[in-house]
C-alpha cells in the first residue's frame, strides 16, 4: 500500500465502496445507486478543494461503509491503512444512538475533528443538500428539508477554516436551497 499510485488507491476504494453499498440505494427521488453520492463526495473534494491527499479521497469514497454497511473499522485499516481508518472513524456515527442524538452529536464534535476530517465533511453535507433540492425523499415534507438544511448549516459552522472554495459552494448550496425551499409552498 504504501508506495501506491494515486489512480490505483482510488480505483480500489471505489470498487470497494461500489460493492459494499451494492444493495442500496438513496433515498431521493430516482433512487439513485447509493455509491453515487460517495463518488461525488470524493469528486467535490478533487474538483473543488483540490484535494490531493490520497487518504482523504478515500476515505471520502468510504465515509459511510461502517455505517451502512457490514464493513468493519479492521477491514478498512487492513486495505487502506490507519489514516484511511481514522477519518473514516471521524465520519461514522454511533448507530446505537437515536437518529436525534446522533444528529446533535455531530454539530457537537465537528469542531474537534481533524482537518481533513472536517474538509470530507463539508463535502459530504454540500452533496446531501444539493440532493435534498433536486431529488427529495418523497415521503419528505418542506419542513423536514428545511430542518436538514438548517442542521447541516449547524455542523458546518464547526468545520470551517479548512477550504474557502470548498465553504464557499456550501454556502452556494444553502443558499439555492433555501430559495427552493421557500418557494415551494
Ligand atoms: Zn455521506
Redesign the pocket.
Known amino acids: 500500500m504504501k508506495d501506491e499510485s494515486m489512480q490505483s488507491g482510488l480505483l480500489r476504494a471505489t470498487l470497494f465502496a461500489a460493492t459494499q453499498h451494492r444493495e442500496q440505494r438513496r433515498k431521493g427521488s430516482g433512487a439513485t445507486p447509493y455509491v453515487n453520492?460517495?463518488v461525488d463526495?470524493a469528486t467535490l473534494l478533487a474538483t473543488v478543494a483540490k484535494v490531493e491527499d490520497l487518504a482523504i479521497l478515500q476515505a471520502a469514497l468510504l465515509?459511510?461503509t461502517v455505517?451502512d454497511t457490514a464493513t468493519t473499522f479492521e477491514q478498512i485499516e487492513e486495505l487502506f491503512g490507519s489514516d484511511v481508518r481514522f477519518l473514516v472513524e471521524e465520519?461514522t456515527d454511533d448507530k446505537t444512538l437515536p437518529k436525534a442524538e446522533r444528529k446533535r452529536l455531530q454539530v457537537e464534535h465537528a469542531p474537534e475533528m481533524s482537518s481533513r476530517g472536517k474538509l470530507i465533511k463539508i463535502a459530504?453535507k454540500i452533496?446531501?443538500i444539493r440532493d435534498i433540492i433536486h431529488r427529495p425523499p418523497p415521503d419528505w415534507s418542506l419542513e423536514r428539508r428545511r430542518a436538514y438544511v438548517e442542521w447541516g448549516e449547524a455542523v458546518v459552522a464547526g468545520c470551517r477554516g479548512v477550504s474557502e472554495k470548498l465553504e464557499q459552494l456550501f454556502d452556494q448550496i444553502v443558499d439555492e436551497a433555501k430559495e427552493v425551499l421557500e418557494r415551494r409552498p
Open positions: 453520492h460517495v463526495v465515509h459511510d455505517e465520519m459530504d452533496s446531501n
